[in-house]
């Protein structure tokens, strides 16, 4: 037996049981492996029971991500053991991500008067409950002209005099991935803006549709991904499906937060209906990553990025996060910081939620990331690709519930009671609205304000086609408006101006 599959037997053969650490289990790694020694390394421990998975192309370090899975899940591979096989540089768990919004419930009496009247019968009728997952995924329609009627309710984008910004193409030809819960691509304001892979659109050879014909025809590893990819049901509709509002209420869960993010990046614009995104004519990228309780893990996040460098998405928008990563764990979750830095070098700008503080007796405190123990992540690594978004209210006030920091957070945008598309094909500035329980929550969240900006670098995109990433950033950054409530708090001490943006 060679050093490498000796190795590779000693890894299997030490478990350790009920190893605490912030994971989605203790039998789930991702392991960082020269590239060399992949195909080696994952045949060596699939012989051997272990389920191992490709996460990203190679890395200009030479090395290759793989998540890999014990058999048995009551057990986990010891990290001693598998840091041990030749061709590992590292190791780490896999990290869980979630969204950075819970409406969960958190005082008991009126916890317990929810489920009173729920007993009672007819609290869906009241609540409502999710869509069905997976519905077909309609071609673009004809998307008419006129207004839009409802952007007078759109305080941020009036705030921002978003039409003074759309002195251009509005946003024309640019892609913006919305790594997020999914996206309701059915909603007739979402439906004309959503990108379609031109490798899986038209007839193929055989005149099949090639939509759904069930083959790979660009040849990127998904079979017709026509609007984005499912990382949670590894499928072709990444639909934002919602937990019904009672069980977000009792547990938390997603009330539609990609849908509701969708439409700030990019709702169809002078369609005569509904709103209009920041850039009414960018196209949405629908990547699913976070499941309908709100919750994924950083393989999902991993996947979601690498398929947007993949098909070559210059800007991402980001409403997910972590409060922290792993005290125990000094070096954190390199996976996702690697998987960043790798669109850095693609030439993606990384737009991320600087985190909606931590929950204090029945409300959310902000607090400063750049001297939390547990800052906000993805936002506050140091990679230049990323722009960090604290949120706004419409008094120019930082959101209480919102994290700022100096030195890692850049700018701030519109995030309190934030109207836009809700994945029940309406409009909405408030998530749930049961005044006779005291239960009343609106769109709030530094995950409204990440997309603000994610449209306006679509916009700028658009008419400087030649910008770098770190050039949109600049763009954005040097063009903030100075407001009081910033000063010292973030690095432009400003909000985001769309219309000085595009002067």
């Known amino acids: 037996m060679n050093g490498f599959m000796r ?51 190679p890395l200009r ?43 969960k419930v958190e005082d008991a009496k009126t916890l317990q008067q929810l489920k009173k009247v729920a007993e009672q019968g007819g609290i869906d009728d009241i609540l409502g409950g999710p869509k069905p997952d997976n519905p077909e995924i309609p071609r673009a329609s004809n998307p008419g002209s006129g207004g839009d009627p409802l952007m007078g309710s759109q305080w941020g984008m009036n705030d921002n005099n978003i039409r003074a910004g759309w002195n251009g193409n509005k946003g024309e030809g640019v892609v913006v991935a919305v790594l997020d819960s999914g996206v309701d691509y059915t909603h007739e304001d979402l439906v004309d803006n ?34 984005g990819w499912d990382f949670v ?13 009672m069980d977000m209420l009792t547990g938390g869960g997603n009330p539609g937060h990609g849908t509701h993010c969708a439409g700030n990046v990019a709702g169809r614009g002078e369609n005569g209906k509904g709103i209009a995104g920041v850039a009414p004519r960018a196209k949405i990228m629908a990547l699913r990553f976070l499941s309908e309780k709100g919750e994924g893990s950083s393989d999902g996040a991993i996947k979601a990025i690498q398929y947007s460098v993949k098909m070559g998405v210059k800007i991402s928008s980001n409403s997910w996060g972590s409060e922290g990563e792993d005290p125990a764990d000094a070096a954190g979750n390199q996976a996702l910081r690697d998987a960043i830095d ?66 890692t957070v850049d700018i701030g945008a519109p995030g309190v009671k934030v109207f836009s ?44 086609p030649e910008a770098s990433a770190q050039q949109i950033k600049w763009a954005i950054m040097g063009s903030a408006k100075s407001i009081n409530s910033l ?17």
Not at 30 to 41: G, H, P, Q, S, Y
Not at 233 to 245: G, I, Q
């Open 7 to 57: 190795a590779a037997a000693l890894a299997l053969s030490i478990f350790i049981a009920g190893q605490a650490q912030a994971t989605t289990g203790g039998t789930d790694w991702l392991v960082k492996v020269e590239t060399k020694r992949t195909e080696a390394f994952t045949g060596q421990f699939k012989m051997m029971g272990a389920k191992l998975e490709t996460l990203t192309r």
């Open 61 to 103: 370090d030479g090395t290759s991500w793989v998540r890999l899975t014990a058999p048995n899940k009551a057990k986990a591979f010891s990290l001693a053991a598998l840091r041990a096989v030749p061709g590992v540089k590292f190791v780490q768990p896999n990290y869980r991500v979630h969204l950075l919004n819970n409406y």
């Open 194 to 227: 959503m990108w379609r892979n031109p490798g899986e659109t038209g007839n193929d050879s055989q005149g099949r549709d090639k939509s759904t014909n069930g083959f790979d025809d660009d040849g990127n590893g998904y079979i017709d991904d026509v609007v």
């Open 233 to 245: 049901s590894n499928d072709n509709k990444p639909f934002d499906l919602t937990a019904s509002l």
């Open 342 to 407: 790798d669109a850095r070098y693609a030439g993606q700008l990384f737009i991320a939620a600087a985190g909606n503080g931590r929950v204090s007796g029945t409300a959310a405190n902000g607090y400063d990331n750049d001297t939390d123990a547990k800052p906000g992540y993805p936002a506050s690594y140091p990679h230049e690709n990323i722009v960090s978004v604290a949120a706004l209210d419409s008094k120019d006030q930082l959101g209480t519930f919102s994290n700022w920091g100096l030195t």
């Open 421 to 464: 598309t809700t994945s029940d094909g309406k409009y909405s500035d408030t998530v749930v609205d049961l005044p006779m329980l005291g239960i009343t929550a609106t769109w709030d969240g530094t995950s409204m304000a990440t997309p603000h900006v994610a449209g306006a670098a679509a916009l700028y995109l658009a008419d400087h």
């Open 487 to 503: 000063n010292g708090k973030v690095v432009t001490g400003g909000k985001l101006s769309v219309q000085d943006l595009m002067k």
